[in-house]
T-cell receptor
Framework: EDKVVQSPLSLVVHEGDTVTLNCSYE??????LLWYKQEKKAPTFLFML??SGIEKKSGRLSSILDKKELFSILNITATQTGDSAVYLC????????WGAGTKLIIKP | NAGVTQTPKFQVLKTGQSMTLQCAQD?????MYWYRQDPGMGLRLIYY???????DKGEVPNGYNVSRLNKREFSLRLESAAPSQTSVYFC??????????FGQGTRLTVV
């Protein structure tokens, strides 16, 4: 059975800290991996990763995919309270397979 | 540039009432999805449609029906609403090579 597992399920850090969120998968016919940020509304797209070892970067957020070890990480440096959200990972084969999300809380 | 349009945004139903959630996308995507999201939980797939004319059950299909009316529209129907169906519902669309696009969500309360 295809599955996507995110860890940790929740994380509380202080402003300015760096966090690393994990997404591991066991999926047949992998095509790409997506990261989303969800506040109190619909998820918003962050990154799409298709190739191993190529870092995608947007401001303080970055992500990389390891297709050999079947995981991806999302890094957030110099965290701010506005980074507080649920971060969702999805893997695409012929459909979208979602992880349960990581709830990140940034304390001032 | 509407993307995915989902209606209504909010709805309160009495137990046993029926309603249809509407979803339309203007990106020519083949795949469309209905999810529900309960507090503190991730997205759970109700039904999906890989192409016009096809629909398949997801993880939690009981109590729901869907219709892929055409390539643009994918509706979700609750025939007899139950309090357990109180949730936030999201429609999404996707095609290969792109990310998934979400509607704004429908907050449904069944009393």
């Amino acid at each position: 059975e295809d599955k996507v597992v995110q860890s940790p399920l929740s994380l509380v850090v202080h402003e300015g800290d760096t966090v690393t969120l994990n997404c591991s998968y066991e999926v047949t016919n992998f095509r790409s991996l997506l990261w989303y940020k969800q506040e109190k509304k619909a998820p918003t797209f962050l990154f799409m990763l298709t190739s191993s070892g190529i870092e995608k970067k947007s401001g303080r957020l970055s992500s990389i995919l390891d297709k050999k070890e079947l995981f991806s990480i999302l890094n957030i440096t110099a965290t701010q309270t506005g980074d507080s959200a649920v971060y969702l990972c999805a893997v695409i084969n012929y459909q979208l397979i979602w992880g349960a999300g990581t709830k990140l809380i940034i304390k001032p | 540039n509407a993307g995915v349009t989902q209606t209504p945004k909010f709805q309160v139903l009495k137990t046993g009432q029926s309603m249809t959630l509407q979803c339309a996308q203007d990106m020519n995507h083949n795949s469309m999805y209905w999810y529900r999201q309960d507090p503190g939980m991730g997205l759970r797939l109700i039904y999906y449609s890989a192409s016009e004319g096809t629909t398949d059950k997801g993880e939690v299909p009981n109590g729901y029906n869907v219709s892929r009316l055409n390539k643009r529209e994918f509706s979700l129907r609750l025939e007899s609403a139950a309090p357990s169906q109180t949730s936030v519902y999201f429609c999404a669309s996707w095609r290969e090579g792109t990310e998934a696009f979400f509607g704004q969500g429908t907050r449904l309360t069944v009393v």
